[in-house]
C-alpha cells in the first residue's frame, strides 16, 4: 500500500521525537487516526475535550521538549484554543494539527468551517494551512522548527480531503534541527554590566525560568555579591534548592522577604524573567536585566541597562570580571527576614485546623514531605497556586507545572495527564480546586482509561476563594463564589478510581500516604477552610479599605455569623487588613 499524507505525518512526528497525538478523532481526523494505529510507534491520547489536549500536550512539551496535539474541524479547533494560549504564553513547543473542511468547500461557509488563521493567530509562533500534497511536508518541517526554536506553539491547518492523497517527496529536509547555540552580550557591553555590578555594594537578583539552567552559576554571582536570590514561581523549583542565599518568591503569591530584598538593594539584577506584575517592581533603585529574548528588555521596569543573552552563557562569561564583595550586612538582614517569614508560614502547618475546616496550608506541607524528591507537580490557578508556592519545596529535580501566565482556571488535572504520559516513571501530583476540577471533570476519565497514576488532590472549599478574595479585597460581598459540589468520591468510584474524602486533621497523613501508595489514579477530596485568606507581601492601602469596606458591608447586611469565621480561621492575617 502506498504511503499518504496521513503516513508521512505520522513518520515526521516519530522522527522528531513525538511520542503520541493528544486528541479527540473526528471525521477531518480519522485518516491520520487510522495512520498512527497502522504505524504502532505512536500513541493516539483519546481525551474527552480537545482543551485537555492543548494542556497535557504543553505539560509534555514543558517536560520532555515537544509535543503534539490534534483538533477536527470548527469545534474542534475552538476548544484547542484556550489550552493552546496556555502553552503559548508558557513557552511550550507544541505542534497543533488542526484539521480543517475538504479545499473544495473553502469560502462557503461549509459546515464546521472555521478561519484558522484568524483564530490561532494570537496563540502561535507559526500558523498556516497545507492545501497540496507538495507543500505539506515542508510546512510540517517549519512548524517544528518553529515550535522548537521560538519556543511556542505552531498551527499546522491539514484539510481532511488531503490527509488520504498518496503523499510526495519532500523538495527540502524534513529533519526537525534541535540546535543549542552560545548566545551572550558582546565584549564591551558585559564590561559595562560588571562595572554597574562592581560599583553597587547591596545587590539582589531576581530570577525567572529563563535562569533555570543556570542554577550552579547564580550561587557563584550571589557568593561573589553577598547577594539575596528572589525569584520568580515558574523558577521556584530551579532555582529554590540547594541554596544558601534564597529570599523566596515575589509577586501577588509571593512572601514578604523577597519583596524587601528588590526594593532596598541598590542594585536589582533581572535574570531570564519577563515578571508580569510591574506594581512589585522597585523604581528607587537601579535595575539591569539579562534575557534571551530581547524584546522582553524593559517592558516591566526601567532599566540601567538591557542586554541580550542566555543567562547561564552570559553568566559564565561575566563571572570572571566580578569583584568578590566581602561586606555582608545587606545579605544577611535579608536572610534573617525570611527567617521570619518562614516561621510565620508554619503558623497554619502546626495549627492544622478543625474538622470541615482543614487549613490547606497545613495540607501542602504534609504533601511537600511525603512527595517524592523528582515529583511532578500540577497547580490549579487560584488559591492552590498559593498553598503550592508556599509550601512546595524545590529539590532540584521536582518540577512544578500551573498556568502561570495565562491564568486559567482547571489547568491542573489536564496537565497531569500529559505529565503522567511525558514521565511514566514519576510521581504526578495535581493539586486542583473543586472550581477547577468541576470545570474538566469529564477527563477523569481519560485518567481512568490509561490507568495514569495521577494522584488528584482537591482542595474542596466549596467556592471560587481566589475571587471570593479578589471581591473582599475591592470591598465587595462576595457573590455568585459559592460552589455546590457532588460527593466527590462516589464520584471517583463510579468512574472507577481510588475515592477517599478526608474532613478531619488528624487523618491528612496517614490517608494521604495511603492514597499516594495506590497503583493507579486516586482522587483525594479534603475539606479545607472556605475561609482561609492568602495575603500578598505588600498590601497596598487600597486593599485594605476594601477589605474594611467588605467587613462592614457584611454586618450590615446580617452576616455577623461569617466575619466571625473570617476572623477566627485568619488570626495572623487579619490585623493586616483591618
Known amino acids: 500500500m502506498s504511503k499518504n499524507i496521513s503516513d508521512q505525518l505520522v513518520e515526521t512526528l516519530i522522527a522528531a521525537g513525538i511520542q503520541r497525538i493528544y486528541a479527540v478523532t473526528g471525521d477531518s481526523l480519522n485518516h491520520v487516526n487510522e495512520a498512527v494505529h497502522r504505524n504502532g510507534k505512536i500513541k493516539w491520547v483519546h481525551v474527552r475535550n480537545e482543551e485537555t489536549a492543548a494542556f497535557a500536550a504543553s505539560a509534555e512539551a514543558q517536560l520532555n521538549g515537544l509535543a503534539c496535539c490534534a483538533g477536527s474541524s470548527g469545534p474542534g479547533h475552538v476548544h484547542l484554543i484556550n489550552g493552546l494560549y496556555d502553552a503559548h504564553r508558557s513557552s511550550a513547543p507544541v505542534l497543533a494539527i488542526a484539521s480543517t473542511i475538504p479545499t473544495s468547500e473553502f469560502g462557503t461557509d461549509y459546515f464546521q468551517e472555521t478561519n484558522i488563521f484568524k483564530l490561532f493567530d494570537d496563540c502561535s509562533c507559526y500558523n498556516q494551512m497545507a492545501t497540496t500534497t507538495t507543500q505539506f511536508p515542508r510546512m510540517l518541517q517549519t512548524a517544528l522548527q518553529h515550535a522548537i526554536h521560538k519556543k511556542g506553539v505552531a498551527v499546522l491547518g491539514l484539510p481532511g480531503d488531503i490527509t488520504n492523497l498518496p503523499a510526495e517527496e519532500a523538495e527540502t529536509t524534513t529533519r526537525l534541527f534541535r540546535n543549542k547555540p552560545i548566545v551572550r552580550p558582546s565584549e564591551d557591553e558585559l564590561l559595562q554590566l560588571a562595572e554597574i555590578i562592581n560599583t553597587h555594594k547591596k545587590v539582589t537578583i531576581y530570577c525567572g525560568l529563563g535562569a533555570a539552567e543556570a542554577h550552579d552559576e547564580i550561587i557563584q554571582l550571589a557568593e561573589k555579591l553577598k547577594s539575596p536570590v528572589a525569584y520568580s514561581y515558574k523558577a521556584k523549583m530551579a532555582i529554590q534548592y540547594d541554596n544558601p542565599y534564597e529570599v523566596g518568591l515575589t509577586g501577588l503569591l509571593g512572601v514578604p522577604s523577597a519583596y524587601q530584598s528588590m526594593h532596598e538593594c541598590e542594585l536589582l539584577i533581572l535574570l531570564g524573567t519577563d515578571f508580569p506584575y510591574t506594581p512589585f517592581m522597585p523604581v528607587h533603585n537601579k535595575i539591569v536585566q539579562i534575557d534571551i529574548k530581547p524584546e522582553n528588555l524593559g517592558r516591566r521596569a526601567k532599566l540601567e541597562m538591557g542586554l541580550c543573552g542566555d543567562v547561564k552563557d552570559t553568566l559564565q562569561a561575566i563571572l570572571p570580571l566580578i569583584e568578590t564583595k566581602e561586606d555582608a550586612k545587606f545579605l544577611n538582614r535579608q536572610l534573617k527576614f525570611y527567617d521570619v517569614v518562614k516561621k510565620n508560614l508554619l ?211 446580617g452576616r455577623v455569623d461569617e466575619i466571625f469565621k473570617i476572623i477566627k480561621s485568619n488570626y495572623k492575617h487579619i490585623t493586616e487588613v483591618i
Open 347 to 557: 503558623l497554619y502547618v502546626n495549627d492544622p485546623g478543625k474538622p470541615n475546616t482543614i487549613h490547606p496550608e497545613y495540607v501542602a506541607s504534609v504533601i511537600n514531605e511525603l512527595a517524592h524528591k523528582d515529583a511532578i507537580f500540577t497547580v490549579d490557578t487560584g488559591m492552590c497556586c498559593v498553598w503550592a508556592a508556599r509550601y512546595i519545596a524545590g529539590t532540584g529535580e521536582r518540577k512544578m507545572l500551573g498556568s502561570f501566565n495565562h491564568g486559567s482556571m482547571a489547568n491542573a488535572m489536564p496537565q497531569a495527564i500529559g505529565a503522567a504520559f511525558a514521565c511514566p516513571d514519576k510521581q504526578v501530583i495535581a493539586f486542583c480546586g473543586d472550581g477547577g476540577l468541576s470545570m474538566m471533570m469529564g477527563d477523569l476519565m481519560t485518567i481512568v482509561q490509561y490507568n495514569l497514576p495521577v494522584k488528584i488532590v482537591l482542595f474542596n472549599n466549596r467556592s471560587l476563594n481566589m475571587v471570593k478574595l479578589e471581591m473582599q479585597v475591592a470591598g465587595i460581598p462576595d457573590i455568585e463564589t459559592d460552589m455546590l459540589n457532588p460527593d466527590f468520591v462516589k464520584l471517583a468510584e463510579a468512574m472507577g478510581m481510588y475515592g477517599i474524602l478526608i474532613n478531619d486533621p488528624a487523618d491528612v497523613r496517614p490517608a494521604l500516604e495511603k492514597a499516594f501508595l495506590q497503583d493507579g489514579p486516586a482522587l483525594i477530596t479534603i475539606q479545607t477552610d472556605p475561609n482561609a485568606l492568602a495575603m500578598p507581601p505588600k498590601l497596598e492601602f487600597d486593599q485594605m479599605k476594601g477589605f474594611a469596606f467588605y467587613m462592614g458591608k457584611m454586618m450590615i447586611s
